[in-house]
């Protein structure tokens, strides 16, 4: 798996410095350079071409604004101590993923990383066209669906619905089970919670003694 590319910007060089260290205690994540100003991150964008850059706002020749306003075919996660409504509204306006406020701790910032992490990855698996399910979940949408059943819940459907529609084929509940990484019985349940809601259906397969193997497969 290619490590996501970060490019971090900070007027301060030990902070700078300190924030890379984070990144990179972060699984998945490499840093590829480090900017001091304005002009630095947006000549660093165009040189490294990272995935993500973690954006201060206060820097010496211009307003981290200015560079994501400037910045095109990059994600942005801003890093800064304004926390005035204004300055957070425009982030979210000019399309920052995500808005972390000095001072924070390492946690902080390796769970929003692990979020825009998450977020790449149903991307990448949702394929070419997305459904409406599929944009709710990356928006943080609220589901339309009834709510799930006692016992159930709904970050372990959403990992076997995945596990279900990125296999490509049918699967029994021992063969989704391991592909989870939860036991059979716990997928099983799962499974057919996604049959009554119509995510998939059940495909009998028949051997040549005994009760049919009831197999899944994603329909959406």
Same mark, same amino acid.
Do not use: E, M
């Given at each position: 798996m290619t490590a996501i590319r970060v490019l971090v910007v900070d007027d301060d060089f030990m902070v700078a410095r300190i924030h890379g260290g984070y990144v990179a205690r972060v699984p998945g994540f490499e840093v590829v350079?480090? +900017?001091? $100003?304005?002009?630095?991150a947006l000549a660093g964008v165009a040189r490294h071409r990272p995935d993500l850059v973690l954006l201060d706002i206060y820097l010496p020749d211009m307003s981290g604004l200015e560079v994501l306003k400037a910045l095109d075919d990059v994600d942005v996660l801003v890093i800064s101590a304004?926390?005035?409504v204004p300055t957070v509204q425009e982030a979210m306006r %000019?399309?920052?993923?995500?808005?972390?406020?000095? !001072?924070?701790?390492v946690t902080a910032l390796a769970e929003r990383? @692990? @979020?825009?992490a998450e977020?790449? %990855? @149903?991307l990448t698996a949702i394929g070419p066209e997305a459904r409406q399910d599929d944009v709710d979940r990356l928006f943080g949408t609220p589901s339309s669906t009834a709510a799930l059943p006692k016992g159930l819940s709904p970050a372990?459907? $959403?990992l076997v619905a995945d596990t279900l529609r990125e296999a490509g084929r049918d699967l029994s509940a021992a063969e989704a089970a391991e592909l989870a990484g939860l036991s059979r019985v716990s997928a099983r349940r799962y499974l057919e919670y996604l049959c009554v809601a119509g995510r998939a259906e059940?495909? !009998?397969?028949?051997?040549? +003694?005994? %009760? !049919?193997e009831h197999r899944y497969r994603?329909?959406?």
């Open positions: 350079a480090t +900017a001091h $100003s304005g002009a630095d304004a926390r005035d %000019r399309g920052a993923v995500n808005y972390l406020i000095k !001072p924070f701790t990383l @692990q @979020q825009y977020t790449r %990855r @149903q372990t459907c $959403s059940l495909r !009998p397969r028949y051997g040549t +003694a005994g %009760r !049919p994603w329909t959406g």
